[in-house]
């Protein structure tokens, strides 16, 4: 339980996880300027250029429970610190990929970039969430979503002025030098980012240590994760939710394109989407859990969700440009409230269902996938109905599925 005035101790570990979440929003939303540059430097269709979604966000499902095998033995820093060194080797093929204008070297590279950071989130998601009271959890998380989401904005401007300038009117070879640069700038500040990990002064924490006596008498009676269904139902919330979170800003620029917009103008639309999370992030702070409880604030984002999906279906030109913009709004409070929902009362389990909950994160991989197939063989419009199911879903979970003890 959190004592009387012990949030003030938590300030500088979560400062320290601030930055991660900063490096976390940079590497993930890149993505997005770097599908639209690989697709016209490798002259790609959809399906191929979200591949590179596939191959960064594949590694969470292959790397969720491994990571929480390190984390147990290294315990959260030292497994914070590997995971830097991880991603940074992965920045670092970079170089050897646009020499070789290599697109599958590239998906190696954005593989272990991916496999990096699951280390990182399986250690920081229920880090945040231990250090302090489980009741406010939701706008902790929403604190590390501002930098995360800053950090995106950041890279949409930075990447996108350098990489999706002129695109199309050089050779692929010529244009795929464009990323050397940045990306050895990047390799050399997540190596300082992992010695600085290593040797700074944050804290081990214990999973049990804010639980209370019913909580310690429900995990007791229990053997298992897949005995408690509030965590089930909230891994495959999670694949929903950055499912739908990765089509709405990876994929914006792309469908900006396909109705007109030029790559000028394209190129910024992805920031759009990070604007309208930034700004669900900061109300999220404010309101929760002061004025919304996070359950609350997660079945709204859902609605939001649902009649945005709609939106960018059923109107044209810039007004479903901005529908699918805006779902950034609508996805603010989704993600912060999953994991306080999904992880309470887990006790002894927490670090495996934290491992169970990144996996989740897959749904980043294929959604994507899906949304580029029906790209090239519906409409890049019409694509977005499949938004809605997912939408559909998280509503269900905010309302009941979180709720449930037993199966």
């Known amino acids: 339980m959190a004592q009387p005035g012990k949030p003030q101790s938590y300030l500088v570990p979560l400062l320290i996880i601030g930055v991660l979440f900063f490096i976390f929003g940079f590497v993930t939303w890149v993505n997005s300027v770097l599908i639209v540059f690989f697709k016209e430097a490798f002259q790609l269709s959809t399906f191929s250029s979200n591949l590179v979604a596939f191959a960064f966000f594949i590694s969470y499902a292959l790397m969720a429970i491994p990571s929480s095998w ?42 272990l970039i991916g496999i990096g950071l699951t280390v990182l989130q399986t250690a920081s998601n229920p880090y945040v ?42 050779s692929a070879a010529a244009s795929l030098e464009k990323v050397v640069t940045p990306y050895m700038i990047l390799t050399g500040v997540l190596i300082v980012l992992a010695i600085w990990i290593r040797f700074s002064n944050l804290p081990e924490v214990s999973e049990e240590d804010d639980e209370v006596d019913t ?28 499912g739908a979170e ?15 917009f030029s790559n000028d103008e394209a190129k910024y639309f992805t920031a ?8 669900g992030y900061i109300l999220g702070i404010i309101l929760i859990p002061k004025f919304l409880s996070q359950q609350l604030a997660m079945r709204i984002g859902a609605i939001l969700g649902l009649v945005l999906s709609v939106g960018a279906i059923f109107t044209t030109g810039f007004t479903s440009v901005l529908c699918i913009a805006l779902i950034g709004f609508a996805n603010a409070p989704i993600w912060p409230a999953v994991w306080p929902l999904a992880l309470n009362k887990l006790g002894k389990f927490t670090k495996f269902a934290s491992a169970l909950l990144i996996m989740g994160i897959t749904g980043g991989a294929i959604l994507p996938l899906l949304h580029g197939y029906l790209t ?7 694509a977005y109905g499949m938004l809605i199911p997912l939408y559909a879903y998280i509503l269900y979970y905010a309302l009941i599925g979180h709720k449930r003890q037993s199966w």
């Open 70 to 111: 390190v984390l147990k033995k290294t315990g959260f820093k030292n497994g914070m610190s590997f995971g830097l060194i991880t991603m940074a080797v992965g920045t670092l093929i970079f170089v050897p990929a646009a020499k070789s204008v290599s697109y599958p070297l590239f998906l190696v590279g954005l593989f």
């Open 129 to 170: 969430t231990i250090l302090g009271p489980r009741e406010s959890a939701a706008q902790r998380i929403s604190f590390m979503g501002v930098a995360n989401k800053l950090a995106g904005i950041s890279s949409q401007l930075i990447f996108g002025s350098i990489l999706l300038s002129s695109a199309g009117t050089v």
């Open 215 to 242: 909580t310690q008498a429900v995990t007791t009676t229990r053997t298992s994760v897949w005995q408690f269904p509030n965590l089930v139902l909230g891994v495959l919330a999670l694949f929903c939710y950055v």
């Open 246 to 260: 990765v089509i709405s800003g990876d994929t914006i620029i792309n469908y900006g394109k396909s109705i007109g």
């Open 272 to 279: 759009y989407t990070l604007y309208g999370m930034l700004a």
């Open 376 to 382: 090239d063989t519906v409409s890049p419009q019409l």
